[in-house]
């Protein structure tokens, strides 16, 4: 062999096997912040406690985490879900009240009362004494994408849809998202609108690879309401898989027909509204 090719030869083994430790080691991941006790983000003022966050390894990846034919978002497999609601009051595990939520200072109010839980209160997912001015299916995820001013540095980069959504540094382009929620072989539809159980900051699980975080309620990382509970048939702690969906993928069902921030009854009045004004155009 000549002098040449054998200097070369050691470069290319030498660089393959620099690749080869490199691709090995795991990249670091962001600071991760969490607020200890809490089940969701819910005010300005809330201290944060800086804590390490581990990076992507395969003891942290989620089982049966794959996208399937025509899906954009895999599912997370085998996720710890626990129950809340609207007007929850402080006990347990639960130290923080939920009248207000990550993105509605007024949560409570504007869904329009206390959303009981208990099923002796409860009829065809609503509770009994009012009907909600928002959604009753509706859950909570570990992230909230919006800081004391805009949106939290890492938001554009880890929301998928970030671009898409975007409305302005005020708005969230996480809330009202809707979510498909499996158990056995059932599936329900919920609209993402508040940020826990008790961590606000873990994108790595929300939209990555990574299992959630240990927490008080056994490493819960779903929070879901009492209609979705009643649905799914849910323990008050339970095992369910998750997946974000894109509207055109949720069907018609008790999730479609209630609420303010429903995308279906937003799309239904603009198309009656859309109707109407034809019509009046016809008949002048």
């Known amino acids: 062999m000549k002098p040449g090719k054998f ?11 620099t690749s080869l430790f490199a691709h090995g080691t795991p990249e670091k991941a962001e600071p991760a912040k969490m607020k200890a006790g809490k089940k969701s983000e819910k005010s300005s003022q809330d ?14 990846l989620l089982s049966a985490a794959r996208t399937e034919p025509g899906q954009r978002y895999p599912w997370k497999a085998n996720i710890v879900t626990t129950v809340f609601w609207i007007g929850e009051q402080p006990s347990g595990n639960n130290p ?21 839980p208990s099923p002796a209160h409860r009829s065809n997912y609503v509770p009994v004494k009012f009907t909600p001015r928002q959604n009753p299916f509706y859950c909570a995820l570990p992230y909230n994408d919006k800081a004391h001013t805009g949106h939290r540095p890492e938001a554009q980069r880890v929301v998928p849809w970030f671009n898409e959504a975007y409305q302005g540094p005020a708005v969230s382009t996480c809330k009202d998202r809707w979510v498909a ?10 609209q993402w609108e508040d940020a826990g159980p008790f961590r606000t900051d873990h994108w790595q699980y929300v939209f990555g690879n990574e299992r959630p975080k240990p927490n008080l309620n056994k490493g819960a990382g779903l929070d ?28 018609r069902g008790p999730w479609s027909t209630i609420g303010e921030n429903n995308t279906f009854v937003i799309g239904d009045r603009k198309k009656g509204a ?8 016809i008949a002048h």
Request: hydrophobic share 35%; net charge positive; proline share 4%.
């Open 96 to 116: 923080v009240p939920n009248r207000t939520s990550s993105w509605d200072k007024q949560w409570t109010k504007n869904y329009g009362g206390f959303d009981d």
């Open 47 to 60: 201290r944060f406690t800086n804590v390490s966050s581990i990076a992507f390894s395969p003891g942290q």
């Open 181 to 190: 929620i499996r158990k056995g072989n059932r599936t329900v539809y919920a």
């Open 7 to 17: 200097t070369h030869t050691i470069a290319v083994i030498l660089s393959s096997i």
């Open 224 to 251: 879901v309401s009492p209609a979705v509970r009643d649905y799914l048939g849910l323990k008050e702690t339970d095992v369910t898989d998750w997946r974000f969906v894109d509207f055109k993928e949720v069907p």
């Open 274 to 281: 859309a109707r109407a004004e034809k019509l009046g155009t």
